[in-house]
């Protein structure tokens, strides 16, 4: 439930499950896109886009009830969210805070841009690429060493 309170925006706790907080705003439904949370999940998802905040100037804040991330979820994440906090939440209370992480090297998750690189054949290889820069986003395919940039990325995801 989201509640106006003295103009201040509140979302309702959870009991258990995930918080995503500090999502760069307007990304929140790329975020779901990844979890592949669509309108047939079978919990409970609450969605803030937009909302104030004072370190972003705004934010998006998803809240997952009876959901834990796996650790590639949220490697993904990281991809589109790079300063996102992740809570776990458990009784209502907060039992694990941190901050996504975006690993040195991302394994079969993007796909590469070039079309002719061997990881989009039929070959039995996974992609793979380094970070060459988290900021801006810039990964560099170990196979064709083709650099991708946020938008290249964005769209395989």
Same mark, same amino acid.
């Given at each position: 439930m989201i509640v106006m309170e003295d103009r201040t925006l509140k *979302? +309702?706790?959870?009991?258990e499950g995930t918080v995503l907080d500090?999502?760069?705003a307007g990304k929140a439904l790329k975020v779901l +896109?990844?979890?592949k949370i669509d309108e047939n999940a079978p919990y409970s998802v +609450?969605?803030?886009m937009r909302v104030p905040s004072k370190k972003l100037g705004q934010k998006d =804040? *998803?809240?997952i009830e009876n959901r834990f991330l796996e650790k590639h979820e949220v490697d993904r994440i990281a991809l589109v969210a790079p300063e996102a906090t992740i809570s776990i939440v458990k009784n209502y209370e907060i039992t694990e805070k941190f901050q996504v992480d975006l690993p040195e090297? =991302? =394994?079969? *998750? =993007?796909?590469?841009? !070039?079309r002719s690189c *061997?990881? !989009?054949k039929k070959e039995p290889v996974t992609s793979e690429f380094i970070v060459v820069s988290k900021k801006p986003l810039v990964l560099r395919c170990v196979y064709c060493e083709r650099n991708m940039g946020e938008r290249e990325v964005h769209s395989t995801l």
């Open positions: *979302i +309702s706790k959870i009991r500090h999502v760069p +896109s990844i979890l +609450s969605i803030g =804040v *998803i809240k090297r =991302v =394994v079969g *998750i =993007v796909q590469c841009s !070039n *061997i990881s !989009n």
